[in-house]
Each structure stands twice: as C-alpha cells, then as structure tokens.
C-alpha cells in the first residue's frame, strides 16, 4: 500500500458515496473465511434467490426486522417473508420474536459489522431451518471466520471497490448452486468507478455523468436472480486479501467517535461506540433526535462533499411487527470511513459535522 490516502486525492476532495477505482490491492494477510473455489455472484440479492428452492415451493424466510428494504423485496419474489425483532445497536437480535417451523429459512446479519453472532449458537441447537448468515457489513469478522451456519454470504462490493462481487460458501458443507449468466450491471458500475477516479483527479467530468452510469447499473442489479460476477470482479476477489482496509476501516471509525465524544453535537450520537473483539465496524453511525435533524445535517454535509447514505430507508409501516425500524431508519446517518480515508479525512469529517451545530441548510 502506498502511504496515507486523503479523500482529496490528487484533484477534488468529495468523501462517501461509491467507490472509484483502486490500482491499489493489498494481497497480504491471512486466508478468508471462505474457501478459495467458492462462487462469485454478482450480487448478495442475487444469491438469495439463487439458493430458493424450485419454483412452487415458497418457504418461509425470516428477516430482521431493520434491513435492507429492496433485499427484502428482491426475496420476496421466492420467499414468503416474516420479520423477527433485530434492531442495530442493541447487542444484537430479540430471538424470542423468532417463532419458527421447521423447513423455515432464517437469514442472519452482522448489522453494521457491530455484532458477534452469539445469541444464533444456542437458538440454533435443535432447530430444523436453514439458516443463512449476511456478512456484508464485516465479511472478515471472527463471526465469519468460526460460524458454522447452513449458508453464509457477504455482498463484497459493499466494502470493495469492485463494480459487483458478492461470495458464498456452506460452513456445514452442504452443496451450493451455481452462479448463472452474468448480471447485467457490472458495465455501468464498472464506467461509473473509473469516471469517477478522473473526476477525483480533477478531471472535467460531471459528477452527474458518473452518478447516472451508477444509478443504472444499480437499476440493473435490482431483478439479479443470481448472475456471476464480471471476470474483473472475480479476478479480483480471488487475490484480495483486503485485511489490511479492514483495519484503516476499524481505526478511522475509532478515531471519529473519540473526536466526537470528546464534543458531542447537540442532539447527534453514535448507534454504538463499541463492537465484539474480533470485528471491524462498517462505518460511524449517527442517530439523530429526530428525522429533520438527520435530513438537515444530511444535506449540510452534502454542501461539502460528504455523501452520507441512509442504511436503509425503511418505509414507515412496512414491518407490521417492529414500527420502531422505519422511525429509527429515519433518524440514522452512515459516516462513511473506509479504506478511501485516512486520519485527516476523519478530522474534516467530525469537524463539518460538528460545524453543522443547530444550523439547518
Ligand atoms: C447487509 C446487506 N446485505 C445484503 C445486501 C444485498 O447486496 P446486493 O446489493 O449486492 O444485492 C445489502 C445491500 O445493500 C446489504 O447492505
């Protein structure tokens, strides 16, 4: 790796948002924690659909009651839905709103890479369902390196400069399907990420030209039914060892809570300062007061080059089970921290949101 990155780059400081392309690829490290032949997918969405059953059979799956809202579209295509109780930042799943039967599928996440999977062992024990585990938020977490679920995926393009790339693998060893044709998609998104490295560099490119390219690439993405990746995004994955971005991931997210705790903003705070021995966090999230709070401080970060996205929005009544997702999803804010940043970066970036005070756009 070369030294410190700074979100200023060699041209125009812009924080968040997707990645641009990286000539940057750490290969150093220990193994990953899934096997070296393991299928490339194109997208997380895409290997759910990909282990449904046949057609006709429509199984039940439950799914936390905060996640991503389209994902849980995109299953319900195949899948009859039902929601436990799991919000972020409260130590993890309420498995006591997990009533199964057998031959139900449950999908597990590490929701924001904050969690350490404890409460699934003993739930597990003498449950006859299929449980698939969601590493997205921390594919390399000791979760994910010790779990022993039917299934377990990470989209990787979450974490990874990649146009698309998601993984899976069977810790019980059980079979896994194969990825199909290409996703649609990768183009786009693969356009987008090298349009946006030039605009970076100061290039004179529109912002709008690449967001577009990424917007349509995404549209793609939504109807995956669990194409395989690009060749470039399988060639990628199966040299990475991306442990070391891990670590800068970990340390920015540190540094940005110590500086904001050491002056918090009136009426902003962390949905958690802490995470299980053994993961990296996805990013700082902010929970604000109330949802004018968090769109006020969104767009005044927007002014200044920081895109802070919204994991996820959650349609208010979409969860008949836990109102309390679409109103906290509407207070929440994702600082992104990533292996793009280093620590002066994170100065500017708990500086602005400091600067946003009581202050509204
Ligand atoms: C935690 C989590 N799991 C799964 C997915 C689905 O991944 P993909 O967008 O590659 O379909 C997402 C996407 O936002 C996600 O955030």
């Known amino acids: 790796m070369s030294g410190e990155p700074t979100g200023m780059r060699e041209g125009r400081f812009e924080v968040g948002s997707e990645f641009d392309w990286s000539d940057d690829w750490p ?77 139900d599928w449950v999908l597990a996440a590490n929701l924001f890479g904050a969690e350490d999977g404890a409460a699934w062992v003993s739930w597990r024990r003498n449950r006859d ?11 390399l977490s000791a979760w994910a390196r010790g779990t022993a679920a039917d299934y377990a995926f990470a989209s990787l393009r979450k974490t990874l400069p990649i146009p698309d790339g998601a993984v899976l693998w069977s ?11 290409p996703a649609a ?70 540094h940005f809570l110590r500086r904001l705790e050491a002056d918090p903003p009136a009426g902003i705070a962390p949905l958690f300062a802490t995470w299980p021995a053994g993961g990296a966090p996805f990013a700082a999230i902010l929970v604000c007061a109330d949802g004018a709070l968090r769109e006020s401080l969104r767009r ?33 804010l994702t600082v992104p921290l990533d292996q793009r940043y280093g620590p002066e970066d994170v100065d500017r970036m708990v500086e602005t949101v400091l600067a946003h005070g009581d202050r509204t756009v």
């Open 27 to 103: 290969t150093e490290g220990d193994p990953l924690p899934w096997p070296d032949d393991a299928p490339i997918f194109a997208t997380g969405r895409g290997i759910i659909a990909a282990l449904a059953p046949p057609e006709g059979a429509r199984p039940r799956l439950h799914l936390p009651s905060y996640f991503c809202h389209d994902v849980a579209v995109g299953a319900s295509a195949q899948f009859d839905l039902a929601l436990y109780r799991h919000l972020p930042g409260r130590g993890g799943p309420d498995l006591d709103t997990l009533t199964t039967r057998p031959g």
């Open 129 to 139: 369902v299929i449980l698939i585990e969601d590493h997205t938020h921390d594919p």
């Open 171 to 181: 810790p019980a060893g059980l079979g896994l399907p194969p990825a199909g044709d």
């Open 185 to 254: 998609g990768a183009t786009a998104k693969l356009e987008a990420m090298l349009l946006k490295r030039a605009y970076l560099r100061g290039a004179p490119i529109p912002r709008d030209s690449y967001r577009a390219l990424q917007i349509a690439g995404e549209r793609q993405f939504e109807t995956d039914r669990g194409g395989r990746a690009s060749v470039l995004a399988t060639e990628l994955l199966h040299r990475v060892r991306p442990w070391a971005w891990r670590t800068r991931r970990k340390r920015n997210v540190r």
């Open 300 to 332: 005044f970060l927007i002014k200044r080059s920081i895109f802070a996205a919204v994991h996820w929005p959650i349609p208010a009544g979409s969860d008949p089970l836990d109102t309390e997702a679409g109103e906290l999803s509407s207070r929440l």
